[in-house]
């Protein structure tokens, strides 16, 4: 497996130089293909843990977990209209929102929208974006919105919904709140203890605009952290470093494959980071914050199960982690990511942490 991986690296490596220097590429991409089929096959006959690892999931634990302040927002859909599970106080209540088709269509022209803003000189679209936010609000939440109170919010979207982009939404804009697969794995994960040794990892992958600008400052406010760049930030070293550590921040351009997103990529400089890399882990890091283009995006197999970089580090180990699902504006991305490790210095948790290094954002 570990020698097709690495193949399958260079060779994609290879095929993205072509297309750079404008050379053809069709031979470099049939190989590329039968190596990712070969991944595939051998990942479907690698024997797995045990069934369940002898974790339940239990609904009265949830709710004790979530105390009084805390409401967990769960999405599901019911002859083609959302229905709305709010979690809190010892208890669960349904509200209903709008149909289903009308969310997701609201959601791609916000995508669209945010694709755009990632672009300079594009700020004048804001207040069509901010708009289409308030009717996402009233097609998601319906009245559940006036029922969210003042604390945090764990949103739980069904697999077709979960590329909203939830800081848009008026009643998360200013709030903490966290967005997980299901509910399930919020509570895992908020079960999780992390790892006794602290360590901290800085990736910084090849071609940014910026260069990655915010981890040379990184470095310098975390003196004891592993910082990887140039011919450091290979795969092999990569990896090594990331297994086991407290908190991991890599800088990259990220690419979604949605026809196979367990090939979906971080760019190293020997070529792309694969989700099927991240399941080599012992144990994914404790918190991981991925600067990188559409590291949120999943893609929906089966009864809603999803695929994608983050789904493949939760059952790992980690316990939160700070991705996005459109395109970043490089330029825009770094005071952000500063602001967010200092608020983690601080002591805030991953979702109090990027609240406020939002609202410390111009505009």
């Not at 089929?37 to 977990?65: K, N, Q």
């Not at 088709?101 to 672009?119: I, K, N, P």
């Not at 919105?145 to 909203?164: K, N, T």
């Not at 795969?235 to 690419?255: C, F, K, N, Q, S």
Request: one cysteine or more; hydrophobic letters at 40%; glycine letters at 10%.
């Amino acid at each position: 497996m570990l020698s097709d991986l690495t193949a399958f690296r260079e060779i994609a490596a290879r095929a993205e130089g072509a297309r750079i220097e404008g050379r053809p590429v069709p031979t470099l991409e049939r190989e590329q293909r039968r190596l990712e089929r070969e991944i595939r096959s051998r990942t479907l006959h690698m024997r797995g843990d045990a069934p369940g690892d002898g974790y339940r999931f239990d609904p009265g634990r949830l709710l004790e977990r979530l105390g009084d302040e805390v409401r967990l927002v769960e999405l599901a859909v019911l002859d083609g209209r959302v229905q709305v599970l709010l979690c809190a106080q010892g208890r669960v209540r349904r509200f209903e929102g709008g149909l289903l088709a009308d969310a997701e269509r609201e959601a791609e022209h916000v995508q669209a929208g945010l694709r755009r803003l990632a672009h300079p000189g594009a700020e004048a679209r804001l207040p069509v974006v901010e708009a289409a936010g308030r009717r996402l609000e009233e097609l998601l939440l319906g009245p559940a919105a006036a029922q969210l109170g003042s604390g945090p919010v764990v949103m739980v979207p069904p697999g077709r919904l979960h590329r909203v982009p939830w800081a848009l939404l008026p009643s998360l804009r200013e709030r903490v709140f966290s967005v997980s697969p299901s509910a399930n794995s919020w509570l895992r994960a908020r079960e999780t203890a992390p790892p006794p040794s602290g360590r901290q990892v800085l990736v910084r992958g090849p071609g940014l605009a910026t260069g990655g600008a915010e981890v040379p400052e990184l470095a310098g406010r975390h003196g004891s952290a592993t910082v990887l760049e140039y011919d450091d930030a290979r795969v092999p070293r990569v990896l090594e470093e990331l297994d086991g550590a407290t908190l991991a921040h890599i800088a990259a351009h990220g690419t979604f494959r949605a026809d196979s997103p367990l090939f979906s990529s971080l760019r190293m400089t020997d070529g792309p980071l694969i989700v099927h890399d991240f399941e080599r882990l012992d144990r994914s890091p404790y918190r991981i914050i991925l600067s990188c283009c559409d590291t949120a995006r999943f893609a929906s197999v089966g009864a809603d199960e999803l695929l994608g970089l983050v789904t493949a580090l939760l059952p790992l180990g980690t316990a939160g982690v700070v991705a996005c699902s459109a395109p970043v504006n490089d330029e825009a991305v770094v005071p952000l990511m500063l602001t967010l490790h200092k608020g983690l210095s601080a002591g805030a948790s991953m979702a109090e942490a990027l609240r406020d290094a939002r609202a410390s954002l111009p505009g």
